[in-house]
């Protein structure tokens, strides 16, 4: 039976990519499990400068789900090269995932630029779909043409494999995915998660300080499956499928639907392994669905 | 940080609203007072995190307030069900700095930490003190279990139905404490640092996502920068906070 | 304690109102309990010319929800106008809400008229968001203009109160929203559902005939509870909150973000019950949360 | 149609991936062989529809093969659970019409229904013969329950391990039947109906939403309309389908 998938030229043991925000820079998990059984793991949201991200409340419980409001907290990309990158050496031995975020089109080029020496670091993935910050990510990830200008920027800026990921809080996903495929980006990933709220009916005020955060987790599993069947009849690069997974099954789902890899996000916080238990019950889920190569299920629904 | 399936012990009714709960099952990722668990219910999505009260091999206990739908549940768990939890999270106390006669604050369910923090250090042949504060006498708990203990208690409710009327501090004297450990809502850590002349070590609460450092949802900033509630903390040093 | 609200001019006894697609006609609901209890219904979504629906399959499951793909199976105005009406009067005495759609802006128009002279009817609800009809709804529900149009075409044809449904699967549903307001609609009401997909690992195809379908339950909650609270600071007209609504203080949750009246869609089909059960536990959830009139939650988180 | 609590008070594998569950609670709201119930499982958002295999005052039977989440669920429910389920599902097979000599004709898990059936037909005096198809003798029930009624079985399976090889339709004689009840997958519904010259009666499933009329999500296109399959059937007249 056979796993291992190719993402944007580098081979993958397994497609299951732990996504950014939900795993740090790897640390806590590798105390837990050795994490060099993932496909890959994509690291925190990284800016140009430093972040403190936004004032707690930060996270709310929903149905299957859960809201996000962290805004970006993180050392800075200088720091992240000088000294996560170092500790993450010591711990796994595959390339990463570095995510990229800002606040221009210059900082997000600037911090693509800066990676572009760094050996570890597999792929960028341009996070243009924060829907925490103002000002930032959400406003590239809405429209095609912004999408596209900082796509060009980025791909200016760097050699390195370049996977933008795309937000689902717009009408016409496959219109942004298009604009970012002609403007250079070698894959796709989607989607960031779905603006939401919830209120305190003590209080009579927004549960999250920011008011409005990012749902993810199995309630937006569907929408993310819809996206990922639509980009993958728009556009020709290879597709992360993220939004919900949570089991084995979800990562056949979702590849069926057109992802080549996935990634699995908020699964990690409830179940700290959960990445390891998917990657474990892979083969037993191809097995029963008569899957022999993993790579032929990429697009199978269509 | 362990992930462990519980036994469901004991799940008692102790004061109004609140309950006790015994487990059985592995507590050897716990490794001091203050540090806490981060428990599954089937039905919510996030897992709720309760400060451990108490525990030895083999055995952990926790006290809840039921306040909204995750420990409504709980409150109907019976005895010899299993549950998911995630053991040994947080930093705890570091009881090191005690000096001879630290004093425990303790605000409603603030209290909880505190008795293993008292155990441990009466262990450690010191003489704590503690002050405790609730709404009112039917919320009040843990008097007696001090007082058996040997431990000085003083007591106030904002109804006056038990002890002093008033906050915590109406309870105790911050002029003659050397050393303080304080656990509770933020407006009384607020005050008690405002109040004190001597260190301390307060435990904060935020809300939470994960509760082992992945997600960066329970930050709080201090005179180092950024910090997580759940690995840097729950405990952090009165000098490092920014109120 | 008083939890009567007015929609539109029309006075409801509460704001518990049964969405459309999830009640039929109201008489498989009356045979089970006296939905006299209810602030009103909205009858199943009408066309000019009866309708088959899309090929089943037409349902699946998701996690804390749904999809469904009817694809507005209905009698056609004329019968629903000649034969349920008549039988809706049997059993139900308060006025009720015609869900209204269309394929072209003239056949909106057309069948907003035709409902014109029926006393029974309080409102009427444009349902510009309907995902599952190739070419309609949906189609006039993402874009401000095409919702500006249908609108306008559907105030000169009636004098009804006019609501309109909002699609959720647009970038700025406040845009939509404000086109509605400024070419009269008298209320809105959000959210339809979101447009979702499931796949069978056993068939390697789409769960639904009709490939995507509607996410509506719990699952899309904290998505329209963050539409309802963005589209209360837009316009001035009154909302109606709808998604995932399935207990008393979900309503409560739901009017503090600015809805006038709420509608309750899937949780009839899990539990046929489910208005009259929140209806009856309003009550006690208003003296839990300290609410004498139900009125004064009504964007109390703003 | 009532919304009734069930109490399970057994569950056991009857035959390959098979269970057997017997309820018991209100079974007034059953009226006519063929009717269903429809079953919540916490954890999963839609219920489950299941055709009532045999009821009695106070008691009901299903019988479930397990195909996915909701059955895998259900074969772990242990006696004494209690599941939420809506009553008196559809319309049922209706009896009447049978003839001295009606054939039943059921496929895998559509053998269900026609139990209650073949005994209602019994009561009224009628002499009711079956013919049964599974995948193979793993799979099979029922055979020796219709054999105690003194009922004529005959049986096919794909792989021949049990009865004749094939399906349902090389098991009996459709020139011979006067009135036939047929219950199963589509594709064999539609052979039964082609290969019968008589009129006949056949029950269908559809994915559903509600199952009590509400959502339109299980409707099929009828010589007289739509017509919705968990309140206008699950029966059909032969005559009344479009294959
Ligand atoms: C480190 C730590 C230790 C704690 N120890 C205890 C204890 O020993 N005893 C006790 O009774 N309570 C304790 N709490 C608070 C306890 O976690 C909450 O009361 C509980 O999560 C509420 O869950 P709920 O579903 O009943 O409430 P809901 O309001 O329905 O919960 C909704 C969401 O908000 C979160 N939340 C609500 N209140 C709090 C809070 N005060 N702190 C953090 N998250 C919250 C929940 O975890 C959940 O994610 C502690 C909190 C933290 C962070
Ligand atoms: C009127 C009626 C009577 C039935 N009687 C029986 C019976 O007596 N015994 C029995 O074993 N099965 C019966 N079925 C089929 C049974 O409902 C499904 O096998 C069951 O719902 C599968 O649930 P799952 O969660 O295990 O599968 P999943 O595939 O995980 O279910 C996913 C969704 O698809 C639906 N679904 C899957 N298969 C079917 C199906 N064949 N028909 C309708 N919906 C389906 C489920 O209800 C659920 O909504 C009947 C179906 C209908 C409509
Ligand atoms: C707490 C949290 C923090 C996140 N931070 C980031 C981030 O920094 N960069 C990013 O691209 N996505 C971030 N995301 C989005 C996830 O990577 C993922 O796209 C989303 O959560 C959907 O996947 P899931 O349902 O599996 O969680 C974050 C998500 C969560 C829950
Ligand atoms: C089976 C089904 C059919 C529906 N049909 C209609 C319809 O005809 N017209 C309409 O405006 N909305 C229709 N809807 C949408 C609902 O009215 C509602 O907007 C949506 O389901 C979200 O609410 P909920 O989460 O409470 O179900 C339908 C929904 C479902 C589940
Ligand atoms: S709760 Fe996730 S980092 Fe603290
Ligand atoms: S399942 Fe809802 S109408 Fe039949």
């Known amino acids: 039976m056979n796993t291992s998938i190719t993402l944007c030229g580098v081979t993958l043991s397994n497609p299951v990519i732990a996504a950014s925000g939900t ?27 430093p972040r403190e991200g936004n004032p707690t409340p930060r996270i709310a419980e929903c149905a299957c789900g859960m809201l996000n409001a962290v805004g970006l907290q993180n050392p800075g990309i200088d720091k992240v090269i000088s000294e996560e990158l170092p500790k993450i050496a010591e711990f796994y031995h595959k390339p990463v995932m570095a995510n990229v975020s ?5 900082e997000y080029a600037e911090v693509c630029r800066r990676l572009n020496d760094q050996a570890q670091v597999g792929w ?44 689902p809080n717009v009408t016409d996903i496959a219109e942004v995915a298009r604009a970012c495929e002609a403007e250079g980006a070698d894959g796709l990933s989607l989607i960031n998660t779905l603006l939401g709220m919830r209120l305190d009916l003590k209080t009579r005020r927004p549960v999250l300080n920011n008011i409005t955060g990012g749902l993810s987790g199995p309630a937006v599993f569907p929408v993310a499956l819809r996206m990922v069947y639509q980009v993958y009849e728009a556009v020709c690069v290879p597709l992360l499928g993220i939004g919900g997974i949570s089991s084995a099954a979800d990562v056949l789902e979702m590849m069926l639907a057109g992802a080549t890899a996935v990634q699995v996000g908020s699964a990690n916080l409830i179940n700290p392994c959960a990445c390891r238990d998917i990657i474990e019950a892979l083969p037993a889920t191809m097995a029963e669905y008569g899957v022999k190569d993993l790579k032929d299920m990429i697009g199978g629904a269509h | 940080m362990k992930q462990c399936v519980y036994l469901v012990e004991e799940n008692e009714l102790i004061a109004q609203n609140t309950y006790r709960m015994v487990f059985s099952g592995d507590a050897s990722a716990f490794t001091a007072p203050g540090q806490f668990l981060n428990l599954q219910i089937s039905g919510l999505y996030l897992r709720r995190p309760f400060s451990v009260c ?27 069900r299993e549950v998911d939890v995630l053991t040994g999270l947080g930093n705890g106390y570091d009881v090191s700095k005690s000096g001879l006669r630290p004093l425990l604050i303790g605000g409603g369910a603030g209290v909880l930490p505190l008795m293993m923090l ?11 003190s503690i002050a405790m504060g609730f709404g009112s006498a039917g919320e009040a708990f843990f008097q007696n279990t001090f007082e ?36 509770g809502p933020v407006p009384m850590l607020k005050a008690v640092c405002a109040a004190s002349c001597s260190d301390g070590q307060v ?21 180092s920068g950024p910090k997580r509630v759940c690995t840097d903390g729950p405990v952090f040093a009165k000098g490092e906070l920014i109120w």
Chains 1, 3 share one sequence.
């Open chain 1, 23 to 49: 795993f740090g820079f790897g640390e806590d998990f590798a105390k837990l499990y050795d994490i060099n059984c993932l496909g890959s793991f994509s690291m925190k949201g990284t800016t140009l400068l």
């Open chain 1, 124 to 167: 960028i993935e341009l996070n243009i779909s924060c829907p925490n910050v103002h000002g930032g990510g959400l406003a590239f990830g809405t429209s095609p043409q912004a999408a596209g200008q900082v796509t060009k920027a980025a791909r200016r800026a760097t050699k390195k494999p370049l996977i933008v990921k795309l937000s």
């Open chain 2, 148 to 183: 058996e203990l040997g431990v000085p208690v003083s007591i106030a409710t904002m109804d006056g139905s038990l002890g002093a009327k008033g906050v915590v501090l109406d309870a105790c004297r911050m002029d003659a404490c050397t050393y303080f450990y304080a656990c």
């Open chain 1, 102 to 106: 800002g606040f221009s089109v210059d």
């Open chain 2, 118 to 128: 008292c155990k441990t250090l009466l262990a450690k042949g010191k003489q704590p």
């Open chain 2, 203 to 223: 435990s904060l609460e935020e809300r939470m996502g994960c509760g082992f450092g992945a997600c960066m949802g329970c930050t709080v900033i201090t005179q």
């Open chain 2, 54 to 80: 108490e525990w030895e091999e083999g055995c952990v206990t926790i006290v809840y307030k039921v306040v909204g739908a995750g420990t409504q549940k709980m409150a109907t768990f019976k005895r010899g």
